[in-house]
């Protein structure tokens, strides 16, 4: 029985070596190999998805650039139409502005040519009055005068007759 407590685990130990190295360690092996495969399988999927996800988050993001670009652009084009649309109405209204202050001005140049001509007008008028009432003076004056001389020539006449005078009375005797 000695012999037997040896050569029993020798004989194990044979057996589980030759079925290690023939069995166990392939299978091991091809299962090993098996999970690295699925593992660069998975990580291919993986990488493959990510990649996939990235030209997708790539593409929206291109995709929303360029809807951002079309909406800046668009927006730009509003707002250049509106200032053109303002700016038209501005000129038109200068322009009619201008039209109206160049007709007012005609119309205040014409209004001050008549002021001038009716002040030009008044000045005579005044010259004319200011003529008749010196002539309606001196008028006056020669009558009053042309009166007083023949005032004094009446007296003078008057005391040059002898009607007027007192008869010489002869002294009283």
Sequence with gaps: ????????PVFLMVAFGLYYTQVA???MRAEAAAAARLKA????????????IERKS???????????????RAAQEKARAEKEAQDRAVREETA??????????????DLEREIAGLR??????????????KQVELARRTAEMDLQRMYEMVA????????????VVPPPK
């Design 1 to 8: 029985m000695n012999k037997f407590y040896f050569i029993l």
């Design 25 to 27: 360690q392939p299978q």
């Design 41 to 52: 399988d998975e990580a291919a999927r993986d990488e493959a998805h990510r990649l996939e």
């Design 58 to 72: 790539q593409e929206d993001a291109r995709r929303a650039q360029a809807d951002r670009e079309a909406k800046s």
């Design 96 to 109: 009619k502005f201008e039209d109206e202050a160049a007709r007012l001005t005609k119309q205040i140049a």
């Design 120 to 133: 030009a007008q008044r000045e005579q008028t005044n010259q004319e009055a200011f003529e008749l009432a």
């Design 156 to 167: 003078q006449k008057v005391t040059d007759s002898s009607l007027t005078k007192m008869p």
